[in-house]
């Protein structure tokens, strides 16, 4: 019974954990920009490698308004950065051609996701 017990404790880690993390290779349009977590949600962390041949730009933004601490990612670039308690971020293209990021987001995933010029 012990064994069976602690199999399922171990599982239930597992899938608690599984459940908390979010990958995504994601594609932004030139000119265009991605936002992440604009919705109330609790702390996350973000691994932001940039696959493009151009520059992308992060910013946290709280949900209530306003953007800091903004930072450039150059090519094939990984950065990573924590998120507060509502705050989303914002993943800027500047550039004419289209960028791509991969993304691994731990903490709250219950994250909005979207577009916005």
């Known amino acids: 019974m012990k064994k069976l017990?602690?199999?399922?404790?171990?599982?239930?880690?597992?899938?608690?954990?599984?459940?908390?993390?979010?990958?995504?290779?994601?594609?932004?349009?030139?000119?265009?920009?991605?936002?992440?977590?604009?919705?109330?949600?609790?702390?996350?962390?973000?691994?932001?490698?940039?696959?493009?041949?151009?520059?992308?730009?992060?910013?946290?933004?709280?949900?209530?308004?306003?953007?800091?601490?903004?930072?450039?990612v150059k090519p094939n670039e990984t950065i990573k950065t924590k998120l507060s308690k509502n705050t989303a971020l914002r993943i800027e293209n500047k550039s004419n051609e289209q960028v791509a990021v991969e993304l691994l987001v731990k903490g709250d995933t219950g994250l909005s996701m979207g577009y916005k010029k």
């Open 5 to 72: 017990l602690s199999a399922f404790i171990i599982t239930l880690g597992f899938i608690t954990t599984s459940c908390r993390t979010l990958t995504s290779t994601t594609t932004i349009k030139a000119q265009d920009s991605f936002v992440l977590g604009n919705n109330e949600h609790g702390k996350f962390s973000v691994k932001l490698k940039n696959v493009s041949a151009n520059e992308v730009q992060l910013w946290k933004a709280p949900i209530g308004g306003g953007r800091h601490s903004p930072v450039t």
